[in-house]
């Protein structure tokens, strides 16, 4: 008997400081152990809480410096809210780690269309359209990007 409530008294602090551990690490905005760094930064990015969001996404690139996928999303989040030469440069990054993605491919040539590069956005959304074939949200960048293009 004495045993059983020893072991169990011994099992809710383990737990109560691992839980604290994790909530104190939420706390300081890191995540905890074992937990996608990227969720903080889509969570506050849903909220619409650009700052935060952005901080978020900062932190996780610090936390893991070789993702392409934060830098991804990251400057997809800066393409969104105008910031194109800070979008550019962290799509930049991650099209050196992944030069064949279509996502991150269209999001640099969102970058570039933003910018005002219409030529170097129209080779971008070519070759992302060469990796994605008939998506209608990068034909339709493609056509729109034409158009702005022309005198």
């Known amino acids: ?49 650009l700052p935060g969001a952005l901080r978020q996404y900062e932190m996780a690139q610090r936390l893991s410096p070789d993702d392409a996928r934060i830098a991804v999303e990251h400057g997809s989040l800066l393409v969104a ?28 040539a969102d970058a570039r269309r933003g910018q005002g590069r219409h030529g170097e956005a129209l080779a971008l959304y070519a070759r992302a359209l060469a990796r994605a074939p008939g998506h209608p949200g990068l034909i339709r960048a493609l056509a729109e990007t034409r158009r702005e293009s022309r005198p």
């Open 81 to 108: 809210n105008g910031r194109f030469d800070a979008a550019a440069e962290r799509l930049e990054f991650a099209l050196g780690r992944r030069p064949d993605d279509a996502r991150t491919l269209a999001g640099l």
């Open 1 to 49: 008997m004495f045993r059983a409530l020893f072991a169990a008294s011994l099992a809710t602090l383990f737990w109560g400081l691992v839980a604290g551990f994790a909530y104190s690490m939420a706390l300081h905005g890191r995540p905890p152990f074992g937990s996608d760094p990227l969720l903080g930064a889509r969570e506050a990015a849903v909220r619409r809480d």
